[in-house]
């Protein structure tokens, strides 16, 4: 390995090395209206990054793949990049590597009085909650740069990964992942080496689908039902439409497996401040024979009986234990073909001038190096999410997309009815 002893901040624990292979970066977008000095922008990125120092450190590799978390290297730390475009396009930064650093921010201007800015964040530093946090506070200091001409900040420690914290807690590892539902035998191949030359990389743009503000309080005042929430309402109806483009004209039931982050932090004693844990998020399943003629309720009620069951029993707690079965070289199971629903919840309101106003959010990933897949994917990736009283989901893969893309869509408006009728 190439770098010294003293760079290194510590190996990157199983929760965190999935997303070393492809060098994922998660990003939140945002469609900025209204005044925005990229200045002042800029001066902010530049104070996050003293911030958080986690940020400007990098990841190395060595023979085998294994990722290490590294201070900052001797190179400059890249700040913010803005140039005009087209603000209805989502950039990836020219420098963007794991080597280099692990937040970027990105600014596309126009014309028009509409701007897009994204920060994107490595995966192996960050999931949803932290991300977020990383943008509000961006945000906070553009503010209060406006409002008072600097800001002062404290730097925060780097923070820990699912695993350490769980330790931490004397959790321990069970006789169950929590994922027997989906496991499937491991079909052993060789994952192929990376290619010599680099592949450039690469983004992903989940297609969405956004009800009105109506339709989403509906759902919301349905997920209050004794017996159900939110969370199991939006998955069966997930699921619901995913099993309409496996049913066929029969109409039969589908035998789906659905697998689902669960963030941790404010589950564990004491709770997790969003900026200390990188990806916090253990993991639940759900296996069903998933009949469209039946009540979407009564699967509902299912899905979140079995999540509050796995709670209560501490096995999402103890599931990141057994990471290195399923994910990585090490890996002795197979999850392939699951259906994956990752609800971040809310986008909290974040604090910004009286100038500018924030109109979309999004969420886009990019693969700094693609490489060829070292696990089973998901048969297809829902990502929820609500901004400004908005119920949003973001589909990745699942086949015919307009068709899958319409189903949901069909989905969750029937399921806004049923609250009406309930």
Same mark, same amino acid.
């Given at each position: 390995?190439?770098?010294?002893?003293?760079?290194?901040?510590?190996?990157?624990?199983?929760?965190?090395?999935?997303?070393?292979?492809?060098?994922?970066?998660?990003?939140?977008?945002?469609?900025?209206?209204?005044?925005?000095?990229?200045?002042?922008?800029?001066?902010?990125? =530049? !104070?996050? *990054?003293?911030?958080?120092? /986690? $940020?400007?450190?990098?990841?190395?590799? %060595?023979?085998? &793949?294994?990722?290490?978390?590294?201070?900052?290297?001797?190179?400059?730390?890249?700040?913010? =990049? !803005?140039? *005009?475009?087209?603000?209805? /396009? $989502?950039?990836?930064?020219?420098?963007? %590597?794991?080597? &280099?650093?692990?937040?970027?921010?990105?600014?596309?201007?126009?014309?028009?009085?509409?701007?897009?800015?994204?920060?994107?964040?490595?995966?192996?530093?960050?999931?949803?909650?932290?991300?977020?946090?990383?943008?509000?506070?961006?945000?906070?200091?553009?503010?209060?740069?406006?409002?008072?001409?600097?800001?002062?900040?404290?730097?925060?420690?780097?923070?820990?990964?699912?695993?350490?914290?769980?330790?931490?807690?004397?959790?321990?590892?069970?006789?169950?992942?929590?994922?027997?539902?989906?496991?499937?035998?491991?079909?052993?191949?060789?994952?192929?080496?990376?290619?010599?030359?680099?592949?450039?990389?690469?983004?992903?743009?989940?297609?969405?689908?956004?009800?009105?503000?109506?339709?989403?309080?509906?759902?919301?005042?349905?997920?209050?039902?004794?017996?159900?929430?939110?969370?199991?309402?939006?998955?069966?109806?997930?699921?619901?439409?995913?099993?309409?483009?496996?049913?066929?004209?029969?109409?039969?039931?589908?035998?789906?497996?659905?697998?689902?982050?669960?963030?941790?932090?404010?589950?564990?004693?004491?709770?997790?401040?969003?900026?200390?844990?990188?990806?916090?998020?253990?993991?639940?399943?759900?296996?069903?024979?998933?009949?469209?003629?039946?009540?979407?309720?009564?699967?509902?009620?299912?899905?979140?009986?079995?999540?509050?069951?796995?709670?209560?029993?501490?096995?999402?707690?103890?599931?990141?234990?057994?990471?290195?079965?399923?994910?990585?070289?090490?890996?002795?199971?197979?999850?392939?073909?699951?259906?994956?629903?990752?609800?971040?919840?809310?986008?909290?309101?974040?604090?910004?001038?009286?100038?500018?106003?924030?109109?979309?959010?999004?969420?886009?990933?990019?693969?700094?190096?693609?490489?060829?897949?070292?696990?089973?994917?998901?048969?297809?990736?829902?990502?929820?999410?609500?901004?400004?009283?908005?119920?949003?989901?973001?589909?990745?893969?699942?086949?015919?997309?307009?068709?899958?893309?319409?189903?949901?869509?069909?989905?969750?408006?029937?399921?806004?009815?049923?609250?009406?009728?309930?």
């Amino acid at each position: 390995m190439s770098w010294d002893e003293e760079d290194l901040v510590r190996v990157l624990g199983a929760s965190e090395q999935r997303f070393v292979r492809a060098g994922t970066y998660t990003g939140r977008s945002v469609t900025v209206v209204g005044d925005l000095d990229t200045t002042v922008l800029g001066a902010a990125f =530049t !104070a996050l *990054q003293r911030a958080y120092p /986690v $940020v400007t450190c990098r990841i190395a590799e %060595d023979s085998t &793949g294994r990722g290490y978390l590294l201070r900052p290297g001797e190179q400059p730390v890249v700040g913010m =990049t !803005a140039s *005009q475009g087209d603000p209805d /396009v $989502v950039r990836i930064p020219d420098s963007i %590597d794991p080597a &280099g650093q692990l937040a970027y921010l990105d600014v596309v201007l126009s014309a028009r009085g509409r701007s897009r800015v994204t920060l994107f964040v490595h995966h192996s530093i960050a999931d949803a909650g932290h991300c977020v946090e990383l943008l509000s506070r961006l945000w906070d200091l553009y503010t209060d740069h406006l409002e008072f001409g600097t800001t002062t900040v404290v730097p925060h420690d780097y923070p820990q990964s699912l695993e350490w914290h769980v330790a931490a807690r004397g959790i321990a590892r069970g006789s169950v992942s929590g994922f027997e539902d989906v496991t499937r035998p491991l079909e052993v191949a060789v994952v192929p080496p990376a290619p010599a030359i680099a592949a450039p990389p690469s983004m992903v743009r989940p297609r969405r689908i956004m009800l009105d503000e109506q339709a989403t309080a509906r759902i919301i005042g349905l997920g209050r039902v004794p017996g159900v929430t939110v969370n199991g309402l939006v998955t069966a109806a997930l699921l619901r439409a995913f099993a309409s483009e496996k049913s066929g004209v029969t109409g039969d039931p589908v035998p789906l497996g659905c697998l689902y982050p669960v963030d941790l932090r404010t589950r564990l004693e004491p709770p997790v401040p969003r900026a200390e844990g990188t990806n916090m998020a253990g993991l639940a399943s759900f296996a069903a024979q998933v009949d469209r003629s039946a009540d979407i309720l009564e699967l509902a009620e299912r899905i979140s009986h079995r999540l509050q069951r796995d709670l209560a029993e501490g096995v999402v707690q103890q599931s990141v234990l057994h990471f290195p079965n399923y994910y990585g070289p090490t890996r002795i199971h197979s999850l392939a073909g699951h259906v994956a629903v990752t609800n971040t919840g809310a986008v909290p309101a974040f604090r910004i001038p009286a100038t500018i106003t924030l109109t979309d959010y999004e969420i886009v990933y990019v693969s700094a190096h693609p490489r060829p897949s070292a696990g089973a994917a998901a048969a297809v990736t829902f990502l929820v999410y609500t901004f400004e009283g908005r119920l949003t989901v973001g589909v990745l893969g699942g086949g015919d997309g307009d068709r899958l893309v319409t189903a949901v869509r069909d989905e969750l408006t029937a399921l806004a009815e049923e609250a009406v009728n309930s």
